[in-house]
């Protein structure tokens, strides 16, 4: 089935312009269109129709993602009240101990922020865990080539970005893999000034894997 994603403005990756009321067709886990949504549903009629708040982009690039998994404790939900909600690092990671239990539930927690980014990529060297490369792929993620961004990782992959382009895993292209992100944001500007977190809607080779409203 064909679904066209819309939103009150595209923003399609490549340097393009940003479309304003546009949309990107999907059936299956291809991009088969974008451009205007008027376009769009008068060339597929019959297709169901997901619209999303604020601005539609393509999947975000977390080239952190294996630092952050292996160098950082994502907490349960349950335990917001003895260790918070932000992933612990150094003294605080070091006062846990280690246990494969809870790491291996980190990792599956530290996948799902991901996703609720709009990460629909991630990067990793050849020395990755293989452990952590299947993880990542079970959840929905494209595994490429690459290397973490120097500095402290860094969750939201929006971050110190001065252009939404430049934290793209792709620009959309008709017959690609249909990887895309939903920000309640007016558009480019408020998005970068709020970052990943006001993300509702994360697609993934054509699957919503985060739907946030």
Do not use: K, N
């Not at 990107?24 to 549903?41: K, M």
């Not at 992933?87 to 494969?100: H, I, N, Y």
């Not at 990782?153 to 970005?161: F, K, S, T, W």
């Amino acid at each position: 089935m064909l679904t066209i994603h819309a939103a009150a403005l595209l923003l399609p990756g490549g340097g393009r312009a940003p479309v304003p009321d546009g949309a990107v067709a999907v059936r299956d886990a291809v991009t088969v269109a974008f451009g205007p949504y008027a376009e769009l549903a008068d060339t597929h009629p019959a297709a169901r129709v997901r619209r999303w708040p604020g601005v539609l982009t393509p999947g975000l690039l977390q080239r952190d993602a294996v630092r952050l998994l292996e160098e950082a404790y994502f907490p349960d939900p349950r335990e917001a009240d003895t260790l918070g909600t932000a992933p612990l690092t150094g003294e605080a990671l070091d006062a846990l101990g280690p246990d494969d239990t809870w790491r291996a539930g980190s990792v599956r927690r530290g996948l799902h922020r991901m996703l609720r980014h709009g990460t629909t990529a991630v990067a990793a060297d050849p020395t990755a865990p293989p452990a952590l490369i299947t993880a990542m792929r079970r959840s929905g993620l494209l595994v490429v080539p690459g290397a973490a961004r120097p500095g402290e990782p860094v969750l939201d992959p929006l971050a110190g970005a001065a252009e939404v382009d430049t934290a793209i895993a792709a620009p959309l292209t008709a017959g690609g893999r249909a990887d895309l992100a939903a920000f309640d944001a007016a558009d480019e500007g408020a998005l970068l000034a709020a970052g990943g977190a006001c993300c509702v809607a994360t697609v993934a080779a054509g699957r919503l894997v985060y739907r946030g409203r």
